[in-house]
Nanobody, 126 residues
Framework: QVQLVESGGGLVQAGGSLRLSCVAS????????MGWFRQAPGKEREFVTG????????YYADSVKGRFTISRDNAKNTVYLQMNSLKPEDTAVYYC???????????????????WGQGTQVTVSS
């Protein structure tokens, strides 16, 4: 059974930074791409960023390009999300996600992800 455990959320002022971590267990972590999604109140869950299984390819939503960085450490079964220059509109619950299939590409649709963390709240005050 795949399990994902996130940490690192919190309250930060606009312009500040946070780093989220997600530790995975239950299967060979390095065989799978990973993704981060977020969901703000009253809005649908949206793709934020994803990383290929080796870490060589990354994709970002336009809204976070240049501010957020995804990375992974396959030796630690961990994926990270470094968030800089945070804005109030980044306020949301952030979810780490793992796809059901081992792919060479980075899935960007939530439908391709079967495993989700419990979510961690990120609140950016203005």
């Amino acid at each position: 059974q795949v399990q994902l455990v996130e940490s690192g959320g919190g309250l930060v002022q606009a312009g500040g930074s946070l780093r989220l971590s997600c530790v995975a267990s239950g299967r060979t972590f390095s065989n799978y791409a990973m993704g981060w999604f977020r969901q703000a109140p009253g809005k649908e869950r949206e793709f934020v960023t994803g990383i290929s299984r080796g870490g060589g390819n990354t994709y970002y939503a336009d809204s976070v390009k240049g501010r957020f960085t995804i990375s992974r450490d396959n030796a630690k079964n961990t994926v990270y999300l470094q968030m800089n220059s945070l804005k109030p509109e980044d306020t949301a619950v952030y979810y780490c996600a793992a796809p059901r299939s081992a792919t060479y590409y980075v899935p960007r649709s939530a439908y391709e992800y079967d495993y989700w963390g419990q979510g961690t709240q990120v609140t950016v005050s203005s």
